[in-house]
T-cell receptor
Framework: AQSVTQLGSHVSVSEGALVLLRCNYS??????LFWYVQYPNQGLQLLLK??????LVKGINGFEAEFKKSETSFHLTKPSAHMSDAAEYFC?????????????FGKGTMLLVSP | DAGVTQSPTHLIKTRGQQVTLRCSPI?????VSWYQQVLGQGPQFIFQ???????GRGNFPDRFSARQFPNYSSELNVNALLLGDSALYLC????????????FGPGTRLTVL
């Protein structure tokens, strides 16, 4: 079975500061890893994904994440936070299972950005 | 191109009633998945359909059912509604399931009174 742990239900940063959102996963097979962002009263928007290959993945809006197999981690970073980054962020893992694959999500981390 | 669309946007029902939620996938996508997101939690997988067949089911009671139509749109039905069914119901589409990226719709907010 696969699982995702997001450390910290809330993270607060100042505008212009580094953003670091932590994600650790558990998977019995090589995982596919995803970060999604959810703005209030909206669905989920894909930020970035890792499937195979390069372990440093660049996404939209200046975000990137690094897959570290030895640490079973996929932390999300952004060098400089912007007010518009305030939202809830979800890490998710998927693995092939009997011909289909579902997403297992973490509980989410709310990013608060102060001026 | 249009993204995933869901209807209705909001819905209020009372306990014991039945509800049907609808989803239209991105053009060309043949797989649809449904997720339930309770307030303060991450989405939880309910169903996945591909080419009109159920591929997978999450840990939800039989009150939850779904189907996919020849045009790849999908419906999620919930019978005998409970207060705990209040949630945001998200539909996601992908090309063919498997490890394909899932793209989410805006969701349907269901409130059960």
């Amino acid at each position: 079975a696969q699982s995702v742990t997001q450390l910290g239900s809330h993270v607060s940063v100042s505008e212009g500061a580094l953003v670091l959102l932590r994600c650790n996963y558990s998977s019995s097979v090589p995982p596919y890893l995803f970060w999604y962002v959810q703005y209030p009263n909206q669905g989920l928007q894909l930020l970035l994904k890792y499937t195979t290959g390069a372990t440093l993945v660049k996404g939209i809006n200046g975000f990137e994440a690094e897959f570290k197999k030895s640490e079973t981690s996929f932390h999300l970073t952004k060098p400089s936070a912007h007010m518009s980054d305030a939202a809830e962020y979800f890490c998710a893992v998927s693995e092939a299972n009997s011909g289909y694959s579902t997403l297992t999500f973490g509980k989410g981390t709310m990013l608060l950005v102060s001026p | 191109d249009a993204g995933v669309t869901q209807s209705p946007t909001h819905l209020i029902k009372t306990r014991g009633q039945q509800v049907t939620l609808r989803c239209s996938p991105i053009s060309g996508h043949k797989s649809v998945s449904w997720y339930q997101q309770v307030l303060g939690q991450g989405p939880q997988f309910i169903f996945q359909y591909y080419e009109k067949e159920e591929r997978g089911r999450g840990n939800f009671p039989d009150r939850f059912s779904a189907r996919q139509f020849p045009n790849y749109s999908s419906e999620l039905n919930v019978n005998a509604l409970l207060l705990g069914d209040s949630a945001l119901y998200l539909c996601a589409s992908s090309l063919a399931g498997g490890g394909d990226t899932q793209y989410f719709g805006p969701g349907t907010r269901l409130t059960v009174l």
